[in-house]
C-alpha cells in the first residue's frame, strides 16, 4: 500500500484560507485518482474532492465547490486541498487517500491527517 503524509493544517479564522499537502511515498500510477476526505468531531470521515492522476480532471462534494480546489504535482507524487473561505463547520481532520476515478472512498490505510481548526 501507499504510504501518505498529509500537513498544512492549523488554526485559522473564519474567511481564512490554508493549504494542505499530502505526500505518497510512491509513484502514483496515472489510473487511479487522488482524493481529499475529511472527519470532523463525531462524525464519519466524508469525501471532499479528487483529481485524476492522469488527467487532472477534478470533482468535489458539493458543499465544497467554489471554496476549495485540489490541484497535484505529478513529480513529486504529491496532491494539494486549496482551502478559501474556511467555514467553523470545515474544522475536521483532513486525509489523503488513492481512490478510483468517480469513486469516494479510498483505497489504502489512511494516514494520521492533518488538523483544521477554524474559528469563528
Known amino acids: 500500500q501507499v504510504q501518505l503524509v498529509e500537513s498544512g493544517g492549523g488554526l485559522v479564522q473564519a474567511g481564512g484560507s490554508l493549504r494542505l499537502s499530502c505526500a505518497a511515498s510512491?509513484?502514483?500510477?496515472?489510473?487511479?485518482?487522488m482524493g481529499w476526505f475529511r472527519q470532523a468531531p463525531g462524525k464519519e470521515r466524508e469525501f471532499v474532492a479528487a483529481?485524476?492522476?492522469?488527467?487532472?480532471?477534478?470533482y468535489y462534494a458539493d458543499s465544497m465547490k467554489g471554496r476549495f480546489t485540489i490541484s497535484r504535482d505529478n513529480a513529486k507524487n504529491t496532491v494539494y486541498l486549496q482551502m478559501n473561505s474556511l467555514k467553523p463547520e470545515d474544522t475536521a481532520v483532513y486525509y489523503c487517500?488513492?481512490?478510483?476515478?468517480?469513486?469516494?472512498?479510498?483505497?489504502?490505510?489512511w494516514g494520521q491527517g492533518t488538523l483544521v481548526t477554524v474559528s469563528s
Open positions: 487517500n488513492r481512490l478510483y476515478w468517480g469513486r469516494r472512498d479510498g483505497l489504502d490505510a
Open positions: 510512491e509513484r502514483i500510477a496515472r489510473i487511479y485518482a
Open positions: 483529481i485524476s492522476w492522469g488527467t487532472g480532471d477534478t
